[in-house]
Nanobody, 124 residues
Framework: QVQLVESGGGLVQAGGSLRLSCAAS????????MGWFRQAPGKEREFVSA????????DYADSVKGRFTISRDNAKNTVYLQMNSLKPEDTPVYYC?????????????????WGQGTQVTVSS
């Protein structure tokens, strides 16, 4: 069983920065792609970013390109999401997820394990 635990969320003013972390249990972390999604109340879960198992390939939603950076440290079983120039629309709960393969993916059904989420609130 894989467990994913997010941290780093909080309240920040527009234009500020936050770094989310997702720590994974298990010995196979480096064999799978990882991703970040976000979900606002009453809305579908939205793709934010993904990274391949090796870390060489990354993918971003258009809405966060140039502002967010995904990275991973396979030695620490951790994936990060550095969020800069935050906007009020970046506000919802952020979820970390493990891909079903070594590659990046952008749809929720391509991920099999999910964290519990961490709230990000950006005030205007």
């Amino acid at each position: 069983q894989v467990q994913l635990v997010e941290s780093g969320g909080g309240l920040v003013q527009a234009g500020g920065s936050l770094r989310l972390s997702c720590a994974a249990s298990g010995r196979t972390f480096g064999s799978y792609g990882m991703g970040w999604f976000r979900q606002a109340p009453g809305k579908e879960r939205e793709f934010v970013s993904a990274i391949s198992a090796s870390g060489r390939t990354t993918d971003y939603a258009d809405s966060v390109k140039g502002r967010f950076t995904i990275s991973r440290d396979n030695a620490k079983n951790t994936v990060y999401l550095q969020m800069n120039s935050l906007k009020p629309e970046d506000t919802p709960v952020y979820y970390c997820a493990r891909s079903r393969s070594v590659y990046t993916a952008t749809t929720p059904r391509s991920f099999d394990y999910w964290g519990q989420g961490t709230q990000v609130t950006v005030s205007s």
